[in-house]
C-alpha cells in the first residue's frame, strides 16, 4: 500500500530461489539514597489453576506454574507451587504463605488460570467456582485487594503477577455480589482492571512501611489474554520464563517492559501485558548467572535490546509496523529489528516516507523467508551460520544475523580455491557461494545498507552468470533495487544512473527483445528510478520517460491479464502525471493523473483489496485538489471530499491511525478552500477540526515533518477563520502556528515546505497590518513574500513564483493606503503584471482573474495621487475582465469585491471628468455586491457599501439632485456609521461623520 506523494511502488517480481537455560539469581535493591545493596530474602507462591470443574478448563496454567516455580527457585526465592485449588485450599494457602512471608524482603505471587473483575474488584477464580459462586463472590472467590493489603502488612516489598486475563468463563449476563444482600455489579467483559491496593507514590504515606508494589496483568486493562496452545505455556509466562530469569543487573521495571514486548510480538499485536508498578526503590536481579552462549546468547542479547526500543515506540509508529506486518504477512519481530537497525535518528519524520520504508522492507522479508530452501551447500559450517542468520532475523536480531553472514562469506572465501575442478561441483560451489552473497546482502539491505547489499549482489551475479539464467536475473535485479535504494536515501544520482543500467543489462536477457511480462516489470521498475532522479530535477525529461514506460507496461499487463501489476503500475502513471502536472499551468496532465487514479480504482475493489482501496480513494483526492486550483468553480474540490470521505470509512482511527490523520490533513486543506470559495464559515471551522484531529496522531514527537504540515495547514483554516472576524485573535493564533512548523521546515531541509510557511506568514501578516493599521506588520508581510521567492524561483516553480508576485501586490497596495507613498501603489501595478505573466485564463482561471482584480485595486488607487482618468479606465476593464470568471455562483466574496471595485473607479472617475454620466453604473456595481456583503454575514463590508452608496446620492444632489438626494446620502451614511459599530471597526466614523455635517451644511444652502 502507499501514497501517491512519496509512493516508489515496485512490481512483484517471482524469484527463482526460491533456550531457555535456568539460572541461579538472588534479589537486591538499592535504595534511591544508599550507595550499597544487600542480599534479600524472597518467598513466592506459585497457583496454576487447569482442571475446573464447572466451567471452562484451561490446560496451561498447570504447565506455567511447575516452570515458575522451577525458575523462581533458581533465582534464589523459597518457592512453592500449587495447582488446582478450590476456594478453601486457595485461600488456606494464600493465608499460610502471608504468614511464611513474615521476615522477608519480598513475597512473589504469580497466578496463572481463570480471575474476572466486577464492581472494581479483582478476583481469582478456585476450581470448584460455578455460577453460584457469583451470589457470594468475597467467599467463594478470592478478592485480590484482600491478598495485597495483608501482604503489604508483612513484607516491605510485593510482586503479583496475574496470568488471569483469559476471557469471562461465566454466562456473559452473570451478575456479582460481594455478599448475598450486597448490590449486583456486571462481570467485566474481557479481563482484570487495575488493582486498588497498588497505590502511587504520591498516595504513599510517611508511616507506610511498604517499599511499594508490582502489579503485572498478562493482559492491558480489560483486554483478555490468551492461554497458548495446549501443552505449552501461555504468552505471559513463556516471556516471563524467557526474561525474568536471565538479566544481569537490569531494574525490574526494564524486565517486566521486555516480557511486555515479548508477549506483544508472540502473539502479533493481539495481547500486550501491563504493570501497575508503585516501588519507593528501584528492584534489580543482581547475581548474574551462566548467560546463554554461542549463536542463541548473541540473538537473546540484541533481542532484548530491541524489545527495549519498541517499549519507547509511540503508539502510531506501533500502528504502521503492525499494519505493514499485517499486509505483507511477514514477523512483527523483524520490522521492528528493521526498524532498530536503522536507529532513532534515522527514522522518517514523515509517516508516509516511514510506510514507504516499511513497505519496502516487507517485501524484502518475504523474500528473504521464500527463499530458504534455495540455499544449498555442503558445508555444515555454512549451513549453522545461515540457520543462525535467519533464526535472527526472524528474532529482530539485524545485527547479529549480518555477522553470522560476514562468518559465512569469510568461510565461502577461505573454501574458494579449494573447489574440485569438475564442472558440475564448480556449478554447485558457484551457486551456494553466491547464494551466501546473497543472503549477506539481504541482511544488509535490512540494516539499510544499500550500498554494500548492491556490492554483494554484484558479486553473486557474477557467480551465477554463466551458470544459471534464472539467478543471474534474480541478482541483478536485486542489485539494481538496492542501488536505488542507495541513490534514494542519498541523493546519490550516481547510484540511481548505475541502478538503471543495471535493469538495461536485465532486459538484455529476454531473448529476442521479447516484450513479455518479464520485460514489463523490469522496464517498470526501471521507471520508477527515472521518476526519483526526474523530481530532483528542474527539467521533466526523466519524468516523462518514466510516463512513457509505465503506459507501455499497462499495455503488456492488460494483455496478460495481470490485474495487480497493472493496478501498480498505472498507479505509478498517476504518480507521475500528478508530479508533471504541479509544475505546468497546463491542466492537462493533472486531468489525466485523475483519469488514471479512477482507472486504479477500477482493479482495486473495496470488497477484496479495502486497505488499498482506500490509499487510491486518497490518491483520486490528491489529484482532484490539484486539478481544483486551476479551475474558477469547486466541482472538483466537491469530488475531492468526497473521495476523502470514502477514504476514511476504511481508515479509521482504531485501525489505521497514521492513514486516518493523513486523510484528515487532506480533507481539511480542500474544506479550506470550500469554505474560502463558497464564504462558508462551517466548512473552514470543520477543516480547523479535521487538522486538529489530525494533530491528535501527528504529535512533534512522533512525526515532526508531519506536525509542522498540519500545524501549517490549521494556520491556513484560522486565516480562513479570521474572514469573519474582524479581531486579530485567530490571526495571532494562525501567525503562531506558522511559526511552529517553521521550526522543523528550514530553508535548507525543507525548502519548498519553508517557502510555502513564508507565503502563508505573509499573508497573515498583510491581514494584521490592515486591520491594525500597522506598516510594520506590512513591512514583514512584504519581506516573507519576498522571501519564499528564493525558492519559488520562475524557472522551476512559475505558479508558486506568481502566487507571490499576487501576494506581494496585495500588500503593497495596502501599505500605499496606510504611507500616503504612491510609489507602493506602482510597485503593486508591477507584481500583478508580474503574476499575470505566469496566470492565463486559459489554464489559470481563477488565479488570473484574482490578479486582474488587483490590478484594477492598484490601478484605482495609483489614480487618487496622478489624476489621470486613463488610469482609471484601466482598473475599470481588469475588474470587469476578472467579472467574465469571477461569478456570483463560483467566487461570491471575490465578485463582490470587484463589484465595489469597480463601484469606487467608476465614481472617481466620474469626479475627475466632473460628470454625473458614470453615477448609474456605480450605483448598479455597489447595491450587486450587497447580494454577498449582508448586515448579518460581512457587517463590516456591508457598512462600506453604505457609505459607497452615500456618496452615490451626495454626488447626485451635488449635479442638482435636490434636497431628497441629500437626504438619502445621509440615511446611508448613518446605516454606515452602525455598521461599523456592530462590526466593532470603529476607525471610519469619523470621517463619516464629517461627511454628514458637510452633507447637512451644503442642504442648509439649498
Known amino acids: 500500500m502507499t501514497f501517491v506523494e512519496t509512493s516508489r511502488q515496485h512490481l512483484f517480481q517471482q524469484a527463482w530461489l526460491t533456550a531457555f537455560v535456568a539460572a541461579l539469581f538472588c534479589l537486591a535493591a538499592t535504595t534511591l539514597q544508599a550507595a550499597e545493596t544487600k542480599n534479600l530474602k524472597g518467598v513466592a507462591l506459585i497457583i496454576g489453576q487447569s482442571k475446573y470443574e464447572h466451567i471452562t478448563a484451561l490446560p496451561n496454567p498447570a504447565n506455567d506454574a511447575r516452570d515458575m516455580a522451577k525458575m523462581l527457585t533458581d533465582l534464589g526465592f523459597d518457592a512453592r507451587s500449587v495447582t488446582d485449588r478450590d476456594a478453601a485450599k486457595l485461600k488456606r494457602d494464600l493465608e499460610r504463605f502471608t504468614e511464611d512471608a513474615e521476615g522477608a524482603d519480598v513475597a512473589f505471587v504469580y497466578y496463572s488460570g481463570h480471575g474476572i473483575e466486577a464492581g472494581g474488584e479483582n478476583y481469582l477464580v478456585p476450581v470448584d467456582a460455578d455460577v453460584s459462586s457469583l451470589k457470594d463472590a468475597d467467599q467463594a472467590?478470592?478478592?485480590?485487594?484482600?491478598?495485597?493489603?495483608?501482604?503489604?502488612?508483612?513484607?516491605?516489598?510485593?510482586?503479583?503477577?496475574?496470568?488471569?486475563?483469559?476471557?469471562?468463563?461465566?454466562?456473559?449476563?452473570?451478575?456479582?455480589?460481594?455478599?448475598?444482600?450486597?448490590?449486583?455489579?456486571?462481570?467485566?467483559?474481557?479481563?482484570?482492571?487495575?488493582?486498588?491496593?497498588?497505590?502511587?507514590?504520591?498516595?504513599?504515606?510517611?508511616?507506610?512501611?511498604s517499599l511499594g508494589t508490582v502489579v503485572g496483568f498478562a493482559a492491558e486493562p480489560g483486554r483478555p489474554a490468551l492461554d497458548g496452545a495446549a501443552g505449552e505455556n501461555s504468552p505471559y509466562a513463556a516471556a516471563l520464563l524467557r526474561h525474568l530469569a536471565a538479566m544481569k543487573g537490569t531494574e525490574f521495571g526494564s524486565v517486566m517492559r521486555m516480557v511486555t514486548e515479548e508477549v506483544y510480538l508472540d502473539t502479533k499485536a493481539k495481547q500486550r501485558p501491563w504493570v501497575n508498578e508503585s516501588l519507593r526503590r528501584l528492584l534489580y536481579f543482581g547475581i548474574a548467572p551462566p548467560e546463554p552462549t554461542g549463536d542463541d546468547g548473541l540473538i537473546t542479547g540484541e533481542r532484548r535490546q530491541l524489545l527495549l526500543t519498541i517499549s519507547d515506540l509511540p503508539g502510531p509508529k506501533r500502528a504502521q509496523v503492525e499494519l505493514a506486518s499485517l499486509q505483507d504477512g511477514v514477523p512483527l519481530d523483524a520490522l521492528y529489528g528493521v526498524l532498530k537497525a536503522l536507529g532513532a535518528e534515522k527514522m522518517p519524520e514523515d509517516p508516509t516516507d516511514l510506510q514507504k520504508l516499511l513497505d519496502a522492507q516487507a517485501e524484502r522479508l518475504k523474500k528473504m523467508i521464500s527463499e530458504r530452501a534455495a540455499l544449498r551447500t555442503d558445508d555444515p559450517?555454512?549451513?549453522?551460520?545461515?540457520?543462525?542468520?535467519?533464526?535472527?532475523?526472524?528474532?529482530?536480531?539485524?545485527?547479529?544475523?549480518?555477522?553470522?553472514?560476514?562468518?559465512?562469506?569469510?568461510?565461502?572465501?577461505?573454501?574458494?580455491?579449494?573447489?574440485?575442478?569438475?564442472?558440475?561441483?564448480?556449478?554447485?560451489?558457484?551457486?551456494?557461494?553466491?547464494?551466501i552473497y546473497a543472503r549477506r546482502a539481504d541482511a544488509s539491505a535490512l540494516a539499510f545498507d544499500y550500498q554494500a547489499a548492491a556490492n554483494d549482489y554484484a558479486k553473486a551475479f557474477s557467480l551465477v552468470e554463466k551458470w544459471d539464467d534464472k539467478l543471474r536475473w534474480n541478482y541483478k535485479n536485486q542489485e539494481a533495487e538496492a542501488l536505488n535504494g542507495y541513490g534514494y536515501a542519498t541523493g546519490d544520482l550516481d547510484a540511481l544512473q548505475r541502478s538503471i543500467d543495471a535493469y538495461r543489462i536485465i532486459l538484455n536477457f529476454i531473448p529476442n527483445g521479447e516484450q513479455n511480462r518479464d520485460w514489463a516489470i523490469t522496464r517498470n521498475n526501471m521507471a520508477v528510478v527515472l521518476q526519483t532522479i526526474g523530481e530532483r530535477e528542474t527539467e521533466t525529461a526523466h519524468l516523462e520517460e518514466a510516463a512513457r514506460i509505465f503506459r507501455d507496461s499497462l499495455v503488456v499487463f492488460e494483455r496478460e491479464k495481470d490485474d495487480l501489476n497493472w493496478a501498480a503500475a498505472q498507479n505509478n502513471l498517476a504518480n507521475v502525471l500528478l508530479k508533471l502536472g504541479e509544475r505546468q499551468s497546463d491542466p492537462k496532465r493533472l486531468n489525466e493523473a485523475v483519469t488514471a487514479m479512477r482507472a486504479t480504482l477500477e482493479k482495486r475493489p473495496r470488497d477484496k483489496v479495502p486497505l488499498d482501496w482506500a490509499a487510491s480513494q486518497m490518491n483520486l483526492g490528491i489529484a482532484l485538489y490539484a486539478l481544483s486550483e486551476r479551475e474558477p468553480a469547486g466541482e472538483h474540490l466537491t469530488q475531492a471530499e468526497a473521495a476523502y470521505r470514502l477514504a476514511l470509512e476504511?481508515?479509521?482511527?482504531?485501525?489505521?491511525?497514521?492513514?486516518?490523520?493523513?486523510?484528515?490533513?487532506?480533507?481539511?486543506?480542500?474544506l479550506v478552500s470550500l469554505g474560502i470559495q463558497l464564504n462558508d464559515k462551517a466548512k473552514i471551522n470543520e477543516a480547523a477540526d479535521a487538522f486538529r484531529?489530525?494533530?491528535?496522531?501527528?504529535?512533534?514527537?512522533?512525526?515532526?515533518?508531519?506536525?509542522?504540515?498540519?500545524?501549517?495547514?490549521?494556520?491556513?483554516?484560522?486565516?480562513?477563520?479570521?474572514?469573519?472576524?474582524?479581531?486579530?485573535?485567530?490571526?495571532?493564533?494562525?501567525?503562531?502556528?506558522?511559526?511552529?512548523?517553521?521550526?522543523?521546515?528550514?530553508?535548507?531541509?525543507?525548502?519548498?515546505?519553508?517557502?510555502?510557511?513564508?507565503?502563508?506568514?505573509?499573508?497573515?501578516?498583510?491581514?494584521?497590518?490592515?486591520?491594525?493599521?500597522?506598516?510594520?506588520?506590512?513591512?514583514?508581510?512584504?519581506?516573507?513574500?519576498?522571501?519564499?521567492?528564493?525558492?519559488?524561483?520562475?524557472?522551476?516553480?512559475?505558479?508558486?513564483?506568481?502566487?507571490?508576485?499576487?501576494?506581494?501586490?496585495?500588500?503593497?497596495?495596502?501599505?500605499?493606503?496606510?504611507?500616503?507613498k504612491p510609489d507602493r501603489y506602482s510597485e503593486a501595478v508591477n507584481a500583478y503584471r508580474d503574476a499575470l505573466r505566469e496566470y492565463k485564463r486559459e489554464t489559470n482561471p481563477r488565479q488570473w482573474a484574482l490578479s486582474e482584480a488587483g490590478l484594477g485595486s492598484a490601478l484605482h488607487w495609483l489614480s487618487m495621487s496622478n489624476a489621470d482618468p486613463k488610469t482609471l479606465a484601466d482598473s475599470v476593464a481588469a475588474r470587469r475582465a476578472a467579472l467574465e470568471v469571477l461569478t456570483l455562483e463560483a467566487a461570491p466574496i471575490d465578485w463582490a469585491n470587484a463589484q465595489n471595485g469597480i463601484g469606487m473607479s467608476l465614481?472617481?472617475?466620474?469626479?475627475?471628468?466632473r460628470t454625473d454620466k458614470y453615477l448609474g453604473d456605480a450605483e448598479a456595481a455597489f447595491t450587486a455586491a450587497l447580494k454577498v456583503f449582508t448586515r448579518e454575514s460581512q457587517p463590516m463590508q456591508w457598512a462600506f457599501e453604505q457609505n459607497n452608496l452615500g456618496d452615490i446620492h451626495w454626488n447626485r444632489a451635488s449635479y442638482g439632485g435636490g434636497k431628497a438626494e441629500y437626504q438619502k446620502a445621509i440615511e446611508f451614511f448613518e446605516s454606515a456609521k452602525q455598521g461599523f459599530t456592530e462590526a466593532g471597526y470603529t476607525i471610519p466614523i469619523p470621517l463619516t461623520d464629517q461627511k454628514i455635517d458637510l452633507v447637512k451644511k451644503q442642504m442648509a444652502k439649498k
Request: charged share 20%.
Open 141 to 209: 472467590l478470592v478478592p485480590i485487594s484482600i491478598v495485597m493489603d495483608a501482604l503489604k502488612k508483612t513484607v516491605p516489598v510485593t510482586i503479583i503477577l496475574l496470568d488471569a486475563c483469559r476471557t469471562n468463563p461465566f454466562p456473559p449476563d452473570a451478575q456479582v455480589r460481594r455478599a448475598p444482600t450486597a448490590s449486583a455489579s456486571p462481570i467485566g467483559a474481557g479481563g482484570l482492571e487495575p488493582v486498588r491496593g497498588a497505590k502511587a507514590l504520591g498516595n504513599t504515606t510517611a508511616t507506610d512501611e
Open 693 to 820: 484531529a489530525a494533530l491528535q496522531v501527528r504529535t512533534r514527537e512522533t512525526f515532526p515533518v508531519s506536525w509542522a504540515t498540519s500545524r501549517l495547514n490549521l494556520g491556513n483554516a484560522l486565516s480562513g477563520v479570521a474572514r469573519f472576524d474582524m479581531g486579530t485573535g485567530a490571526l495571532e493564533e494562525a501567525a503562531a502556528a506558522y511559526g511552529d512548523a517553521l521550526t522543523v521546515f528550514t530553508r535548507q531541509r525543507f525548502p519548498m515546505d519553508w517557502a510555502s510557511a513564508q507565503n502563508n506568514l505573509g499573508s497573515i501578516y498583510q491581514t494584521l497590518g490592515q486591520r491594525t493599521r500597522d506598516p510594520a506588520r506590512l513591512e514583514e508581510s512584504a519581506a516573507a513574500f519576498q522571501a519564499a521567492r528564493r525558492v519559488y524561483t520562475r524557472r522551476a516553480f512559475p505558479l508558486d513564483w506568481a502566487m507571490s508576485h499576487y501576494n506581494l501586490g496585495n500588500t503593497l497596495q495596502l501599505l500605499g493606503g496606510l504611507t500616503d
Open 907 to 913: 465614481l472617481n472617475l466620474g469626479n475627475l471628468e
Open 650 to 670: 476504511e481508515y479509521t482511527r482504531e485501525k489505521a491511525p497514521v492513514e486516518w490523520a493523513m486523510v484528515e490533513n487532506n480533507l481539511g486543506n480542500t
Open 381 to 435: 559450517e555454512i549451513k549453522r551460520l545461515v540457520a543462525s542468520a535467519d533464526k535472527a532475523i526472524g528474532q529482530g536480531a539485524i545485527a547479529t544475523a549480518r555477522k553470522f553472514l560476514d562468518e559465512a562469506v569469510g568461510r565461502v572465501e577461505q573454501t574458494g580455491n579449494a573447489v574440485d575442478e569438475a564442472e558440475a561441483l564448480v556449478k554447485q560451489k558457484r551457486l551456494a557461494d553466491a547464494a
